[in-house]
Each structure stands twice: as structure tokens, then as C-alpha cells.
């Protein structure tokens, strides 16, 4: 019984993880190991758990050669409800310390709800990797926007190049990534993305779907033609994703598709930087789509 709840305990963080990563170059993550825990608690009912006592767990992304996220506190909780995703709560409390590959947090108290990551102390720090530090309490960043904030706020030595938005890396900030405006009609885009990918024939949108993980190849089946905004960001995020693939272009996907000077060029380069391939597929997914663009 233990074993089981455990497992429904991984799988539900792993769920949690998955769905609030930041978009944009943040890191997608697939599992969680913990390392300690004096005790462990789990209410079947309301779906909470709660882990206690020199509590030392991480989460281990996606991508091969990354980096875990690691979190240390005195207790960390989950709540979800299996009816709206948006209302998952994490909260870490008692000598806070996370440390991702960008900079280490410490702090009292952390709240992850929806989208909206708080840290509370006296004060919270986030100390960057590449220099510089941010005090405030509480400090607030925003995983959907990658909006930062905070009261009380200071900070000392932050290089510039850190305030470029989500993880503050330059592909975060690309312009040829999307956002959720950047599709003006979802109903039409994603009737045309199921129909392409349902079927035989090669096709841009079989293409697509054919690089997005698994889970996320049943989910796009499943998903209504006329999404909400948060389920319009996570398919962004996968989207995102697959704009970064060098395998995104194949010839027999896009027969007979008329491609701009700019996209064409870019194909005929036999090397290109990450910029160039987020470009180049930005303008083939716009030449397969370009009445919803």
C-alpha cells in the first residue's frame, strides 16, 4: 500500500511539473526523485499530500544533459483538483532552498499557484549564477509570462542580459517564438492540425504532431477545437518546443507549399545557429497556416 501511494504521489508531482514549466527555454520536466523525508502523508480523498521533515527532493527535466531542479525545505505540500488543473497548489516552507541551473532561492515560505510562483522571507533571495542578486519579500515570477516582481525589492550587481524575460536566456525572448496571440483562430488551426495529423498523406501538421511526445500526441487528440487560455499556453509551450527541432521541415510535408524568400534562404544553409532554425520553422508553420497566423 505504501508502494502504491507513492506512486500516485510521483505522478501526481510529475503532473504538476509538467504542466507549470516556464515557456520559452524553460526546462520541461518528467520525473522527481526524493531523497529524504521524515514522513510522508496521503489523503486519497482531496488528492493532498504533504512531506515533512528535512524534506530533500528534485525534479529531473526532459532533456538529456540538463541540470535537475533541486528543492530542500522543512515541508512541501500538494493539493490538486481533478477537475481544473489551474488549481493545483505546491507550498514549501521552513529554510526554503531551490536551486535551478539559473541562480538558487532561499527563503521562509514558497506558494506555486497556477502560473504564479511566490517566495516569502525576511528577506527571500534569489542569488543568480552569473552574478548578482535579487532580494524582496515576497518576490513573484509569473512561469506563463515570465513577468518578475517583487515589494521591498533591491538588487545588486544583476547583469542586464538577466532581465530578458522567462529563464533570461535569448531564445526566450526570440521573436519568431509564439505566444497565444500569435494564432488569430484557434478553432480553425486546431480542426486543421487534428485533420492533417489523422491522416495518411505526409503533411504539416502530421509532421508536427509527429515530434511532440506521446502524452502530448493523446492529449492534442482529445482537446477541444476552442481552447481556454491556459490550455492555448501549454500547447504554445509544445509548440515552442518543436519550432526549436531541426527535424521540424521535410520536403514531402510541405509539397506544393509557396515559402517566403527569407524561409527559403534559411533552408538552403547547410549549417544554422538555434536563432536561424526557431526562424526558419516559425516561417514554414506560417506558410502551412497562414489564414490563422
Known amino acids: 500500500m ?6 500516485i504521489f510521483l505522478a501526481c508531482w510529475t503532473l504538476v511539473a509538467a504542466a507549470q ?5 524553460g526546462m520541461s520536466y518528467d520525473n522527481i526523485n526524493v531523497q529524504h523525508s521524515d514522513t510522508f502523508e496521503y489523503e486519497p480523498n482531496t488528492g493532498s499530500m504533504k512531506l515533512t521533515g528535512k524534506v530533500s527532493l528534485e525534479l529531473v527535466p526532459r532533456s538529456p544533459g540538463e541540470a535537475p531542479l533541486r528543492i530542500r525545505a522543512g515541508a512541501v505540500s500538494l493539493t490538486s483538483s481533478s477537475t481544473d488543473s489551474s488549481k493545483r497548489e505546491v507550498t514549501m516552507e521552513g529554510g526554503l ?13 514558497g506558494e506555486w499557484k497556477g502560473d504564479l510562483l511566490t517566495f516569502f522571507g525576511n528577506p527571500a533571495v534569489v542569488k543568480l549564477k552569473d552574478g548578482g542578486e535579487f532580494r524582496g519579500s515576497p518576490l513573484t515570477y509569473d512561469v506563463e509570462s515570465g513577468a518578475f516582481g517583487g515589494k521591498n525589492f533591491s538588487a545588486v550587481n544583476v ?40 491522416a495518411a498523406t505526409p503533411s504539416p501538421g502530421k509532421q508536427i504532431v509527429t515530434l511532440l511526445p506521446k502524452e502530448a500526441q493523446d492529449a492534442l ?13 501549454q500547447l504554445v509551450k ?55 497566423m
Open 238 to 292: 509544445l509548440l515552442n518546443g518543436v519550432l526549436r527541432s531541426p527535424k521540424f521541415y521535410s520536403a514531402e510535408a510541405w509539397k506544393g507549399i509557396a515559402l517566403s524568400p527569407e524561409t527559403t534562404a534559411l533552408l538552403k544553409k547547410e549549417k544554422r545557429t538555434a536563432e536561424e532554425t526557431i526562424q526558419m520553422n516559425r516561417g514554414l508553420l506560417q506558410a502551412a497556416y497562414p489564414e490563422v
Open 97 to 109: 532552498t531551490v536551486d535551478h541551473p539559473q541562480g538558487v532561492i532561499t527563503a521562509d515560505r
Open 159 to 198: 547583469p542586464l542580459q538577466g532581465m530578458g524575460g522567462a529563464g533570461g536566456t535569448k531564445e526566450s525572448t526570440n521573436p519568431h517564438l509564439l505566444t497565444n496571440q500569435s494564432i488569430k483562430d484557434w478553432p480553425a488551426f486546431l480542426a486543421k492540425l487534428k485533420a492533417q495529423s489523422a
Open 2 to 7: 505504501k508502494r502504491r501511494l507513492m506512486t
Open 21 to 25: 514549466t516556464p515557456p520559452g527555454g
Open 221 to 233: 487528440v482529445n482537446m477541444t477545437t476552442n481552447p481556454g487560455d491556459r490550455a492555448q499556453g
